[in-house]
Structure formats: structure tokens, C-alpha cells
């Protein structure tokens, strides 16, 4: 049967269920259990952020969602099936993994090769790999990358072309483990803008484990602590990250500027001065709670702003 190289891509209906985990635990061979009889629900369209203290359960949890490991007990459910031994060499139709390390996934000699191994792989036609292999090219903006060997990239292109892997298999979710590990800066903010382009113009549910909360501040709708194998809390971004004193308590901290607010409001108090309401997780939303300049300007906002962040906090 002819298929044409004109593909729609399919996605879930906002607020579908994309991803669930009923009641699951796992445990590493005799060792304490890693995850512990969790339920959680990810719905199409979301941007999901996942921190916690290291051996929390986090990167297990992605794990068990893309068939790489399976529940000890309970079940994963990805597009309505459940992930068991027989359905989990099929997972990564539905599901893209981005690793902790570009390196453990880039393995052809150069970008694009690496970029079509996956269509490849499943004996697309030839002109359909093509075309998936320059839309993701050109989604992640690393068109110029094609023909470069792999070994040449920077740590940040090498993200990029390992997304962009992840991308030709058009999954319904894609998974990060702590995506901007190892990146400077400039870097890891780039890459933050994309993920923010891929959830809110293309409609991909991502579902993100990282300790920055600074970044988190800058994509994530919805924010997931653990620890000790379980979820200790649940909720939006907005709600979760400007809990100072509840944070602290799970050894995580507050976005630089949502300490400095915090910080600036006890001071009004001690003063018996008006604290500000509600306190802002991005130097864009700190800067239209000041009035110092567009929300847009973003580059004025960290020249204003952050200096006395780094002062004060």
C-alpha cells in the first residue's frame, strides 16, 4: 500500500490521557524500592517538571514510562496500553527518551544520518524519512549540523541532534533527564526556548526532570517534587515554586528571584510597609511587577534586575 510522504501528525485531544501510572512500585534487584506505589496521571498538551534530591525516583520514573524498565508491581499506561513485556519494544513509537548524556544516543557518523536512523529503522519510504529528517532539522534549527560529524558537536548541538532524533519518530510524549546538564547558560535558556516552542506551538507533552528551578520557572505549567520514591508534591508551577518555606523543607530552592522577592517582602514587614502580593518565579514577571521596563525586553530585565538578586539573596 502507498503511503504519502504528506504526513499529519497525530496528536491527543487536549487533556487526553497520554501517560499514566497506576499504583506502581519498583525496586532495583534486593535494594530499597525506588518507586513506591505511585499513581500519576499526564494529560496531553502539558509541560511537566520533575525535581527532587538525587535518588528520588525521578529518572526511574521515565524510565518505567518509555518500556525501559517495567513496574516491579502496578501498571504504566502510555496511550491507553499498558506497557508490559510485550508491548514495551514499542513504546519509543509513542514516546521519546531524551538521555542525561547526548552520548548514550548519538552514535551515526554524522548529524543527519543520526537524525534518520529511527525512520530508517521502522522501513519508512525513503521519501518520507526525508522529509521527517529536514522537519526536524529545521525545528531545531541546526539545518547547517547536517553533513557535520558527530564528534565536532558542541555539548548544545548535541542536544539539539539528539532531540531532533527523538523528534522524526513524532511521539505523543518525549521525556528529558536533566536536559541542560553539562550546558552554560546561554545554552540551557535556548534550549529551554525550544521546549517551550515544541509544547505551545506543536502541541508535544513534555515531561521534564531537572533541579533548576530557575528553568522550570521558564516552561512548566505543572511542577512534580519526590522523594524517597514517592510524590510529596503536586501542582502548578506558579503555586509551587513561590512556597519558599515548603521548598526549604524538601531541600530544593526557590527561583533566584522568587528568593530576592521574598527576601525584599520581610524586609517591608519588619518595616510594617506593603509586601508585594504575589511573588514572581521569572525576571519577566518581577520586571511587570516593578514597572522597570517590557516584559519583552528581557535583556533590560536581567541588566536591571539581576545584580541586585545576586547582591541581596
Known amino acids: 500500500m502507498h503511503r504519502s510522504s504528506c504526513e499529519k501528525i497525530k496528536r491527543c485531544a487536549a487533556g487526553e490521557e497520554v501517560l499514566r501510572y497506576d499504583r506502581v512500585s519498583f525496586q532495583y534487584g534486593k535494594g530499597m524500592r525506588a518507586i513506591k506505589k505511585m499513581s500519576l496521571t499526564v494529560t496531553s498538551g502539558e509541560s511537566v517538571a520533575i525535581c527532587g534530591p538525587n535518588g528520588s525516583g525521578k529518572t526511574t520514573l521515565l524510565k ?5 524498565l517495567l513496574p516491579s508491581s502496578g501498571s504504566v499506561y502510555l496511550g491507553g496500553e499498558n506497557i508490559d513485556k510485550k508491548k514495551r519494544k514499542d513504546a519509543f513509537k509513542k514516546i521519546g527518551f531524551l538521555f542525561q548524556s547526548s552520548e548514550d544516543q ?5 548529524v543527519k544520518e543520526d537524525i534518520a536512523y529511527g525512520p530508517t529503522n521502522i522501513n519508512l519510504e525513503k521519501e518520507v524519512i526525508e522529509k521527517r529528517t529536514q522537519d526536524a532539522l529545521k525545528l531545531m534549527k541546526i539545518k547547517h549540523l547536517e553533513n557535520r560529524p558527530i564528534h565536532h558537536l558542541s555539548g ?8 531532533a532524533g527523538l523528534l522524526v519518530m513524532r511521539p505523543e510524549v518525549i521525556v528529558l533527564d536533566e536536559p541542560t546538564g553539562g550546558l552554560d547558560r546561554p545554552t540551557s535558556k535556548e534550549l529551554i526556548k525550544t521546549f517551550r516552542h515544541l509544547n505551545n506551538d ?5 515531561v521534564v526532570v531537572t533541579h533548576d528551578t530557575d528553568l522550570i520557572a521558564e516552561f512548566a505549567k505543572r511542577i512534580i517534587i519526590m522523594n524517597n520514591g514517592e510524590i510529596c508534591v503536586d501542582g502548578l508551577t506558579s503555586d509551587v515554586l513561590t512556597d519558599v518555606s515548603m521548598l526549604k523543607s524538601v531541600n530544593i530552592e526557590a527561583p533566584i528571584i ?11 514587614q519588619d518595616h510594617k510597609m506593603k509586601a508585594t502580593r504575589d511573588l514572581p518565579t521569572t525576571l519577566a514577571q518581577a520586571c511587570c511587577k516593578e ?3 517590557s516584559c519583552q525586553k528581557s535583556n533590560v530585565v536581567e541588566r536591571k534586575i539581576s545584580p541586585a538578586v545576586l547582591k541581596q539573596v
Open 64 to 68: 518505567l514510562a518509555s518500556g525501559i
Open 156 to 163: 548544545g548541538e548535541k542536544k539539539r541532534v539528539a532531540l
Open 291 to 293: 514597572h522597570m521596563c
Open 202 to 206: 506543536h502541541g508535544y507533552t513534555l
Open 258 to 268: 522568587t528568593q530576592y522577592f521574598n527576601w525584599h517582602n520581610k524586609q517591608l
Open 106 to 110: 548519538l552514535f551515526c557518523p554524522t
